[in-house]
Each structure stands twice: as C-alpha cells, then as structure tokens.
C-alpha cells in the first residue's frame, strides 16, 4: 500500500497502463493532476493552446503507434471544446481517453452556476464515448482508468473519459496498484468460417473491401496473404488506405462517393468480403452492393453487422484472427486463378488514371510532386481540403499507419494538430499535414506549441482565400451567387516565422523542390501554396457505366 494524492494515483496508473506522453491544458480544477506530472520522466506532459489540440494530438500519437492516446482538460469549456476532437476520434474507431476535470463533489448535481459546471457533464460526452464514469472516491481512481483502457483495447477501439472533482484528485489515500486484466482478440465462430471460405473458395469474381479496422487490429498481412490465396483484387475505404500497399498487383486504391478504381471492379464482383468496415463512406453508385452479390462481412463491432447491408455470413471477430482463420480453411482445397486477370485489373486502373487526369489533373500533379519526395514510412495527414481529398486517389500509400483522415465527421482543421501527435509518437519520420486556408486557422496557434516541444511537423497549406468545397459548391449548384464563403488570410509563411517556424511561400509546380528544404529545416514548417478553387470529389456525380 502506498499512501498519495488521487491524481499521484491516476499518474501512476497511466505509467503502469504504458501511457508515454499526456496532453492537456491546465486549469483550476485539474491543478493537482498538473502538479502530480512534476519531476516525472516516465510520463510526459505537453501542454497545447486548444483542448481540442489535446484531444486530436493523443488521437494521432494513437493512430501512428496503436497505443491510447491522453488528453487532459478542465470540465465545462474544456470538455465541450475537446468534443469535436472527440468526436473525430470515434468516428475513427481511435483508442483516446479524455481524462477532464469536474466541479466540486458538493457542486455535482446542483446546478448553481460553479466554474466551469456543465449540469451532467457525462452525457455531453455519451454519443462521443465508448465507455465513461465519474470518479467519486480517490481510492476508485486507479480502477476506473484502467477500465477505460480495458474498453479502449477490447473489440473496437473508440475514446473513453473518466472525470473527477477536484477535491477527489486532492484527497490522500492508501492505494494498492494491480495490474490490468489481459484483453484478448475477439475470436471467430469456426462454422462461420467454413461458410465463408466455401463462398469464396466457389466465387467467380470476388472481391474484398477492407477498412480501417484491418489496420487496427495490425492484420495487413493477413489481408493481403487472402488476397494472394484467392486471386481477388482489394479496394480500401479512406481510413483503410495502406492496409495493402497500393502499388501490390491486387491493389484497386480507395473508392469514396462512387469513385475509384473500385467502381470499375465492384460491379463484376459476385462475392465480396467486407473486413473492418461499415460500408458506407464507399457505398455509392457503381462503388454498392446490388443483388445479386453476396456478402460476407467480417467485423468486431456486433453493430456493423447488418447495418448498412445484410451479409450471407456475418463474421463477428478480430479481424486478424478472422483474415487468419479464413486464410487457413480458404487454403485446404485449391482455388480456381485468374479469376481476374492481371491484364483487366490494369486496365481498370488506367481507366482510373484518366478518369482522375481528366477531373483533377491540378490536385493530382500537386499530389506526384509531394509523392517524390517522401519515402514510404512518411505519415501524411489528408486534411479538409480539396488536393486532401483527391489524395484518396491520386496518392500512394505503402504502409500501414502512414495516411490519416478524419472519418465522416469531416472535421475542419484537425489535420495539423493531429500531425502533431503523429510526430511525437514517430519522433524520426517525416510527417507532413495538408490543410486549407479555412481549416488551418482553427489550430494556427499550436505553431507555438509545435516550436516550444520542438515538434518538427510540415503543414502544407493551400491558399484559395475561400472555404473552397462550399465556394465551388455557390459556383456550381447555386448559379454562382457567392456569400460568405471567401476569407481574408494573412501571410502563413510570415505568421509561421514570427511562431519561430520555418515559413515559405511556394507555387504547387515547385513544392516538390521546397519540400525537402522544410523536412530538413530542424524546426517546425509550414509551406504556403496558392491555388485555384477546384472542384472536390465529392461534389462530382458518381458515373453510371
């Protein structure tokens, strides 16, 4: 037994959960949280401008090493500035905890006006939380953040939060630390496998869709072994981009609102596995699901399955063990090849390549000249922004871990500050973040933050001085009657050096010459790009043959 603070206590249950690293941004009722990180080495604490800069930095350092991320704010403000971060995150299926703060315990439930109080506070976070508590003895600390990891590594992965009153992070006590308990995968239902394989191993043209629980349950080698066994192509969602290199022979790249290479294939497709995904982001025109195809949807959220299309053979597992298993029995009798041969799967990704010339050929040469330069453990973060978006196309990613989006939420400005948890988690790879004017200056005075932890970041930031897709969108579907949609910008390359950061202005024909300059620069940079206002994916109908 060991007598401490109840926020000693939560310190030293996050270091015996592994957490590295905490960001957060003090204040009155998480003081002692604050004061508990004094003269530790073993967890570090990085304090940021913007609660949701703490929430979206854990959201990266978490995507990039698997690992939860933590974020530590005040209640009230605090908490409902994190929650779009927060919601990102579960969008995401991303292992973040939200460690806040509370008012007073004689406060709770009052509603008389305390700093900070928000009447309930647990259900402003409910939709955008796997698992939440409230801690109301000191002594409960330590078994109420474990829980929150135990949720957080059991099935899917999605945030969690636990919030204490101030006085029960001051309270001293007598604490006895036991390990957590193991969380093992979700194993799959072996008759359901047999099912499975037997469609595969009989299918004609089939076809598998992998997302972005693929990645997280680190199954890219079993996804892509599968792929090899049957002879079958694979196309990704955005959040599954680089769950198989996407310069592999089987390789179809991202479909997204009816476009990508996947939509020249899917139509052909007889049989398709669905791993790790809800199937909707993809699920649009050419890109769907008709009768008389047969699914097999292979996930470890029991909710998934079903909900968008009902699957011959629904799959609840891990998807590792799930692509394992499905590779074992898929393996003991021969399966027919060429099923698609490699000289139609090419030309469906030329007819992709001129598809993608012809409707973005300035976001795509944007796209090659960062493609030059960055070597394939490079992380990019594809941000809110139109040349962001065509990069579910147009750039290729190797490896898993290394392309981050934000989901459906769509969240403006979270690409740079969650680069920046990206780099602190992979401290000696490139990380480059893409934003738009609009979106960059949600987070612009985390360039302080980035220079103060020396957090070498690149953010790219294309200029149009106009929230672009909803310019396009008046220029377009509202007969050109523009309002409140253009911005008036600073100087990002200045504002970048007066942070102390490395800032340049560069016109896109040059950024791959410039790029290698900022990755290099020892500081944080940022590169500033004028451009035209394009038209963004989304904003293109799907075709219809």
């Known amino acids: 037994m060991t007598q401490m603070t109840g926020a000693e206590a939560a310190v030293e249950t996050l270091r015996r959960e592994g957490v590295e690293v905490v ?32 929430v979206y930095m854990a959201d990266g350092y978490a995507r990039v090493s698997g690992k939860p991320g933590v974020a530590l704010v005040v209640p009230g403000p605090g908490v409902l500035n994190a929650s779009a971060a927060l919601g990102t995150a579960y969008a995401s299926s991303s292992p973040v905890l939200l460690l806040a703060g509370q008012v007073e315990s004689v406060n709770l439930g009052r509603d008389r006006g305390a700093l900070h109080e928000v009447n309930d506070q647990l259900e402003v976070v409910r939709p955008l939380t796997k698992w939440r508590q409230r801690v109301l003895e000191a002594t409960a600390i330590p078994a109420a953040i474990q829980e929150a990891m135990r949720q957080m590594r059991q099935g899917r992965p999605r945030p969690t939060h636990v919030e204490i009153p101030p006085d029960v992070l001051a309270a001293r006590a007598e604490f006895a630390f036991t390990p957590g308990d193991a969380v093992p995968p979700t194993p799959p239902d072996w008759e359901q496998v047999r099912r499975a394989a ?14 972005g629980g693929v990645i997280w349950a680190e199954a890219s080698r079993e996804l ?37 290479a996947p939509s020249w294939a899917m139509p052909q497709a007889d049989v398709v596995l669905a791993v790790g995904t809800r199937l909707m982001t993809p699920m649009r025109g050419l890109n769907a699901l008709h009768p008389p195809q047969r699914l097999i949807h292979l996930d470890v959220d029991p909710q998934v399955l079903g909900k968008t299309y009902a699957p011959e053979v629904p799959l609840l597992a891990d998807a590792r063990l799930g692509l394992q298993a499905l590779l074992e029995e898929v393996r003991r009798q021969e399966v027919p090849r060429e099923r698609w041969p490699a000289a139609e799967l090419q030309e469906i990704r030329q007819h992709q390549a001129q598809w993608l010339e012809e409707k973005a050929p300035h976001p795509c040469e944007i796209l090659r000249r960062l493609q030059r330069v960055l070597p394939d453990d490079a992380v990019l973060v594809s ?21 981050f989006t934000s989901s459906y939420f769509a969240t403006l400005g979270y690409s740079f500050p969650l680069a920046l948890g990206a780099k602190v988690a992979a401290p000696q790879r490139p990380v480059v973040a893409l934003a738009g004017d609009g979106g960059f200056m949600y987070a612009l005075p985390e360039l302080a933050t980035a220079v103060q932890y020396g957090i070498d970041v690149v953010v790219v930031v294309f200029v149009d001085n106009a929230l672009g897709a909803s310019k396009h969108d008046q220029l377009t579907r509202y007969g050109g009657r523009v309002v409140g949609t253009e911005l008036h910008n600073p100087s990002f390359a200045e504002v970048a050096r007066l942070f102390g950061a490395y800032g340049r202005r560069v016109a896109p024909e040059r950024l791959d010459e410039a790029l290698p300059e900022a990755l290099a620069a020892g500081k944080p940079a940022l590169l500033e790009v004028p451009i035209a206002t394009w038209a963004p994916p989304f904003q293109i109908a799907p075709r219809t043959a």
Request: aromatic share 12%; glycine share 12%; with cysteine.
């Open 23 to 54: 960001f957060g941004l003090p204040g009155v009722q998480i003081m002692d949280l604050y004061d508990a990180f004094y003269g530790r080495r073993d967890v570090r604490l990085l304090t940021v401008r913007h609660e949701q800069t703490a």
């Open 198 to 211: 037997a469609l595969l191993r009989a299918a004609r043209k089939p076809l598998i869709w992998a997302g």
């Open 224 to 260: 892509v072994a599968l792929a090899e066994a049957l002879g079958a192509p694979v196309a990704t969602t955005p959040e599954g981009k680089g769950s198989i290199p996407e310069d592999h022979p089987l390789a179809l790249g991202v479909g997204a609102y009816g476009h990508g």
């Open 383 to 403: 941000g809110i922004t139109n040349v962001a978006y065509w990069s579910y196309f147009a750039y290729c990613v190797r490896r898993p871990r290394t392309y």
